[in-house]
């Protein structure tokens, strides 16, 4: 298995914890023999006091490379040769002078606490090393996290914690509401545990540690050997297993493939950590989920509601004049005359278009909210489609002044010629329903930035401004004390949907001196950008 330079000192790491502790001593013995062949050698040429400090260098080395056993096992190897080798009467563990007594002494108290202190500060200096990898692996376990996509996240968390261990494999399982399992693998796993997501594969067990109080440390945890009677064939002892728990609640599991089946406590706690934020993840994915379904059914409930108080009124009521109509028609003993036939005749003509209009409404929606709407799209001349409109509205608009500026070299528009329609006819019929007769309304077309701008705009009573945000909602009325005319409130709805599916906006405002202001854009193509824009306003 190769590994790139910035894994050496993990690897380093790694080998250090699982070199048998003999090689510790083993080295201590060899460092106190090196330097006692040296002070021999020195003695041999000259002879310099407290020469028996030198062996501090052995203890120290021995402190940093491999802890506080071999320190003081140092310690006490180094009194003892000193004291054959180089303290009369030589090669006997008795001293002549009582003076030299009190210096071994020192020298054996100054070495064993050398060798804590050194000691001491190697084993800070790896707990540091290992607090800087788990914080470094869970920024970015919780980073990968935070992305929306959970499942291509998961894959990212699996191969990061999988490089990080330097294991074969590790495999992501978490269970589903249907009892199913669902996998993320990164490496090579074994075929018994990535085809059947047997979490029964493994063979060891990690099981959380607890603190004994809430001021403590949580315990890393310990390994526990699962044995079975009997072992399914193909299953490899060398698989790992750590759950993946939300609330005591076990909703998955980390499974680690690794040939050498060994984790030191750094890796348990890497894995442990990496369990628990997956299990937080999972867990807000799935209260996300569940928050999402609620309000779609929210929605859909008020949207239900809306529809069944506005067909309970806004349907029965042309229904009702449709049917008097025709009952009244239909009497016999009853002998109308011609004008009052017309008159029934022209009643239910026209309620009959009104119910035409709302069912046309409510389909219309409906599209918009599935997402089905496709405009038919083509170049249209946008002040003949708007001559053609208006004059659909000569009945709406007959008691109201209708005003229209349209420049003369408008170019060309890519769009649907009825939905666009539509879009005019909605907002001038809306304008016509909140202005008082015999004023105003403006119909107006300039280019403004690559687009064409409709607006249209009258002297009504405008919109307060807490209802500006919800006004191109389903559904949506105004209520604010004034007498307004009834509907569905589908109208604005359906003009922001045709308009955003020919990428354009729509948006009110309210006017100075009195009444509102709707806008709606329309794109230009890029091969009539070039014309100059004509010089016109509306008012």
């Not at 002040?383 to 060309?412: F, G, M, N, Q, Y």
Request: proline share 5%; with cysteine; glycine share 8%.
């Amino acid at each position: 298995m190769g590994c790139d330079t910035q894994n050496v000192p993990k690897l380093w790491g790694r080998l250090a914890a699982r070199r048998p502790r003999v090689v510790g001593y083993a080295a201590a013995l060899g460092s106190v023999t090196a330097v006692s062949l040296f002070i021999g050698f020195i003695l041999w040429q000259v002879n310099i006091a407290n020469v028996s400090m030198l062996y501090l260098l052995a203890v120290m080395a021995t402190a940093v490379a491999f802890g506080r056993g071999p320190a003081v096992f140092a310690s006490v190897l180094a009194f003892l040769v000193f004291d054959w080798f180089f303290v009369e009467p030589l090669h006997q563990l008795t001293v002549s002078d009582p003076e030299e007594w009190v210096s071994l002494l020192f020298f054996l108290l100054t070495a064993t606490v050398t060798g804590q202190l050194a000691a001491g500060q190697r084993q800070r200096a790896r707990e540091a090393q290992q607090r800087e990898r788990e914080a470094v692996v869970l920024y970015d376990i919780v980073r990968l996290l935070g992305s929306n996509d959970v499942d291509q996240a998961l894959e990212g968390v699996a191969e990061r914690v999988r490089a990080e261990l330097q294991i074969t494999g590790l495999v992501i399982e978490l269970r589903q509401p249907n009892g199913g399992t669902r996998q993320f693998t990164a490496g090579k796993v074994p075929e018994t545990v990535s085809t059947h997501g047997n979490s029964g594969a493994a063979a060891r067990v990690l099981q959380s540690g607890a603190a004994d109080g809430v001021r403590d440390h949580v315990a890393t945890g310990r390994w526990v050997r699962i044995i079975r009677p009997t072992r399914a064939g193909g299953i490899p002892d060398h698989v790992h297993l750590v759950p993946i728990k939300v609330d005591d609640r076990r909703i998955g599991a980390l499974l680690l493939v690794d040939p050498d089946g060994h984790f030191d406590s750094t890796d348990d706690r890497l894995v442990s950590l990496a369990a628990a934020q997956i299990g937080i993840a999972v867990d807000r994915a799935r209260l996300r989920q569940e928050a999402t379904d609620a309000e779609i059914l929210r929605r859909t409930d008020e949207l239900r509601r809306a529809l069944l108080n506005a067909v309970s009124h806004d349907l029965r009521t042309p229904l009702a004049t449709i049917m008097a109509s025709a009952s009244s028609l239909r009497q016999n003993d009853v002998v109308w005359t011609e004008d009052e036939r017309q008159g029934f005749a022209q009643a239910i003509e026209q309620e009959a278009e009104r119910l035409n209009r709302l069912v046309g409404n409510l389909l219309d929606l409906s599209r918009i909210e599935a997402g089905s709407l496709r405009p038919e799209k083509s170049w249209q001349d946008l002040e003949a489609l708007i001559d053609d409109t208006l004059d659909r509205l000569r009945s709406v608009t007959a008691h109201h002044e209708l005003h229209v500026d349209v420049p003369k070299d408008l170019p060309p528009v890519w769009i649907d010629p009825v939905e666009i329609g539509q879009v005019i006819y909605n907002l001038v019929e809306n304008a016509t329903k909140y202005a008082p007769a015999d004023t105003e309304i403006l119909l107006g077309v300039r280019r403004v930035s690559g687009t064409l701008a409709v607006v249209v705009s009258d002297r009504g009573p405008g919109i307060p401004p807490q209802s500006i945000p919800q006004l191109f909602d389903p559904f949506y009325r105004v209520m604010d004390g004034r007498p307004r005319p009834q509907g569905l409130g589908l109208g604005l709805a359906i003009v922001r949907g045709l308009v955003e599916a020919h990428g354009g906006r729509v948006w009110v405002e309210n006017r100075p001196g009195g009444g509102a202001q709707f806008t709606f854009t329309l794109p230009l193509s890029a091969a009539v950008l070039e014309r100059p824009p004509a010089q016109t306003s509306v008012a």
